[in-house]
């Protein structure tokens, strides 16, 4: 029975019981213990008035007032909404630029403080489940694919950065029939470093257009490329393009087909850095193509690179009929390439001076800014085709 249940209970006897007489008290008493679950004693002083109401709800007392959530419910939004233990490591390099109306040192020092466990705690009620897409993978030619290698790669192996993991994603909405954008996402497994360009159809000459400008702005050497069995990357042209007129040529292999946890670094990077953005509407004007590389390059990929942390696996043991996972501590993909030894002098000299003139909350208004511009454009070119 609920605590407000027993309430009402109480308020119904209570009168009952002070005007009954001493064999029919008895019998309320019996009755009011069995229903309630209250020790006698403790319930007659309840039916007489003598009990003192509790003055302060029990368990731990409250230690983040609500000013202490509103603020980091907002910092959750900026930082997209990641997992609380990444968003522990976030908050020291984000604090110093959050300058949201009301909050005070005391706030920050407070937000610094919560574990992770309160910080989902306090996030519960806010967090949403959302659909999935389409898979857009097609067959291929099998003379292509015996120049592929298939290559299973495990995270802890890669000891430098360089090797990188692709996908593409379709925004067709629930058809994939007719011509539409393709998102396509290269990730380094050791640093976790990101970066995702849009694309027109997922055809091997847009794709490849868009692996070049990626490989340009990595802040490391390519040296090696893996992807999933669809046609946009088992082509001959893209095998030149790593084997040839190369001083390294990039190692290129491939994953099992249907096993979409051999290509896990970058397929969970499909929600993270393009379903959170654009969804799952179709997109089929060719004119968002370089509305959505412009979000990409200049807002997502460097919020992500720079302020949001990840972790890495780094050990997997069975025990029993249970595996065991162990993660390494989050840092950001931009911490980890300043930590790797392999990633000469010059290179981190060009992603520090990069870091000291990105805000975190610059990037991530700059970036509402312009998926508000996106989504009104959206909605004129869809209200059009209505119309």
Same mark, same amino acid.
């Given at each position: 029975m609920s605590i407000e249940a027993r309430k009402e209970y109480l308020r119904a006897i209570r009168d009952r019981y002070k005007k009954a007489g001493r064999s029919q008290k008895t019998a309320i008493l019996n009755e009011f213990c069995e229903v309630c679950g209250y020790a006698r004693k403790y319930a007659i002083r309840i039916l007489n008035g003598l009990a003192n109401p +509790?003055?302060?709800?029990?368990?731990? #007392?409250? !230690?983040?007032?609500?000013?202490? =959530?509103?603020?980091?419910?907002?910092?959750?939004?900026?930082?997209d909404q990641i997992c609380s233990k990444k968003m522990i490591k976030?908050?020291?390099?984000?604090?110093?630029?959050?300058?949201?109306?009301?909050?005070?040192?005391?706030?920050?020092?407070?937000?610094?403080?919560?574990?992770?466990?309160?910080?989902?705690?306090?996030?519960?009620?806010?967090?949403?489940?959302f659909?999935?897409?389409?898979?857009?993978? +097609?067959?291929?030619?099998?003379?292509? #694919?015996? !120049?592929?290698?298939?290559?299973? =790669?495990?995270?802890?192996?890669?000891l430098k950065p360089g090797y990188i993991e692709a996908d593409t994603v379709a925004h067709c909405g629930d058809s994939l029939s007719g011509y539409f954008i393709n998102s396509l996402t290269m990730t380094d497994i050791y640093s976790c470093w990101t970066e995702n360009r849009a694309c027109w159809t997922k055809g091997q000459t847009p794709v490849q257009e868009q692996i070049k400008e990626i490989e340009k702005a990595l802040p490391f050497s390519m040296t090696g490329f893996a992807c999933d069995n669809g046609t946009e990357f088992l082509n001959y042209e893209l095998l030149k393009y790593f084997r040839m007129n190369r001083a390294a040529p990039i190692e290129f292999t491939r994953r099992r087909p249907y096993k979409k946890n051999d290509n896990a670094h970058v397929e969970q990077k499909n929600w993270t850095h393009v379903r959170q953005i654009f969804g799952y509407e179709r997109l089929e004007d060719r004119a968002m193509v370089a509305m959505m590389?412009?979000?990409?390059?200049?807002?997502?990929?460097?919020?992500?690179?720079?302020?949001?942390?990840?972790?890495?696996?780094?050990?997997?043991?069975?025990?029993?009929?249970?595996?065991?996972?162990?993660?390494?501590?989050?840092k950001t993909p931009y911490q980890r390439l300043l930590d790797s030894a392999d990633l000469p002098q010059e290179a981190k000299d060009k992603l520090q001076v990069r870091y000291k003139i990105l805000n975190p909350f610059e990037l991530h208004r700059g970036l509402q800014t312009k998926l508000t511009d996106f989504k009104q454009y959206y909605q004129r070119q869809k209200l059009m085709l209505v119309g």
């Amino acid at each position: 029975m609920s605590i407000e249940a027993r309430k009402e209970y109480l308020r119904a006897i209570r009168d009952r019981y002070k005007k009954a007489g001493r064999s029919q008290k008895t019998a309320i008493l019996n009755e009011f213990c069995e229903v309630c679950g209250y020790a006698r004693k403790y319930a007659i002083r309840i039916l007489n008035g003598l009990a003192n109401p +509790r003055k302060t709800k029990p368990g731990p #007392k409250v !230690k983040y007032g609500p000013d202490v =959530i509103r603020h980091l419910r907002l910092i959750w939004i900026s930082m997209d909404q990641i997992c609380s233990k990444k968003m522990i490591k976030a908050l020291p390099h984000w604090l110093p630029f959050y300058v949201e109306p009301g909050v005070t040192d005391e706030i920050k020092k407070q937000l610094l403080q919560m574990s992770a466990s309160s910080i989902d705690r306090h996030l519960k009620s806010y967090r949403h489940a959302f659909r999935k897409g389409l898979s857009a993978t +097609r067959g291929h030619q099998n003379k292509i #694919k015996n !120049k592929i290698p298939i290559q299973l =790669i495990i995270g802890q192996e890669i000891l430098k950065p360089g090797y990188i993991e692709a996908d593409t994603v379709a925004h067709c909405g629930d058809s994939l029939s007719g011509y539409f954008i393709n998102s396509l996402t290269m990730t380094d497994i050791y640093s976790c470093w990101t970066e995702n360009r849009a694309c027109w159809t997922k055809g091997q000459t847009p794709v490849q257009e868009q692996i070049k400008e990626i490989e340009k702005a990595l802040p490391f050497s390519m040296t090696g490329f893996a992807c999933d069995n669809g046609t946009e990357f088992l082509n001959y042209e893209l095998l030149k393009y790593f084997r040839m007129n190369r001083a390294a040529p990039i190692e290129f292999t491939r994953r099992r087909p249907y096993k979409k946890n051999d290509n896990a670094h970058v397929e969970q990077k499909n929600w993270t850095h393009v379903r959170q953005i654009f969804g799952y509407e179709r997109l089929e004007d060719r004119a968002m193509v370089a509305m959505m590389n412009e979000i990409y390059q200049l807002y997502w990929n460097p919020l992500h690179n720079f302020f949001i942390p990840s972790v890495r696996l780094i050990e997997k043991t069975r025990v029993g009929g249970n595996i065991k996972k162990k993660y390494d501590e989050p840092k950001t993909p931009y911490q980890r390439l300043l930590d790797s030894a392999d990633l000469p002098q010059e290179a981190k000299d060009k992603l520090q001076v990069r870091y000291k003139i990105l805000n975190p909350f610059e990037l991530h208004r700059g970036l509402q800014t312009k998926l508000t511009d996106f989504k009104q454009y959206y909605q004129r070119q869809k209200l059009m085709l209505v119309g």
